[in-house]
């Protein structure tokens, strides 16, 4: 699975003194569910985390687990992070086998990849691509 959520207002709360321990401590959370974590990655406002779906969770359970978790340890990490909130929906994407090198790769150069393309006009290319239906208004609460 392809997950990706943005934070509230996609504000840029991950930056460079909390990004690579957020990006670990999500993969743990990942690992502790049995969701083999293969790339977890992002950007300021943004996260991406390529994963093995287990069996024994849904997907909705393990983004509750995701959030959840993250959002109360980031709010240990300093005042900066007080007001820190995800975005309430997010983006499950199913990853043909063949492919998990190409989405390895897309989440590995993120801060490249934002230069030129904002998290906005990339979740909604992601919508697009596969065909999913969408009300603008609900997508970015």
């Keep these: 699975m392809h997950i990706t959520f943005s934070t ?3 504000y840029p709360f991950i930056d460079k003194h909390i990004q690579e321990e957020l990006f ?3 993969g743990g959370i990942c690992k502790n569910l049995e969701c083999n974590p293969i790339i977890v990655g992002g950007h300021q406002d943004h996260v991406h985390i390529l994963c093995l779906l287990s069996r024994k969770i849904a997907l909705m359970k393990l983004i509750e687990e995701l959030k959840t978790h993250s959002s109360k340890w980031i709010k240990t990490k300093g005042q900066q992070y007080q007001k820190f ?3 309430s929906g997010y983006g ?3 990853i043909h ?3 998990i ?3 390895k790769d897309y989440i590995s150069s993120q801060d490249k990849h934002h ?3 904002s998290f906005k006009d990339e979740y909604l290319a992601f919508l697009k691509e596969y065909n999913i239906n969408y009300d603008e208004r609900y997508v970015w609460d």
Aim: charged letters at 25%.
């Design 8 to 10: 509230k207002n996609r």
């Design 24 to 26: 670990s401590y999500l």
């Design 85 to 87: 909130y995800w975005q």
């Design 92 to 94: 499950g994407f199913s």
């Design 97 to 99: 086998p063949a492919q």
């Design 101 to 103: 090198d190409v989405v």
């Design 115 to 117: 230069q030129k393309r």
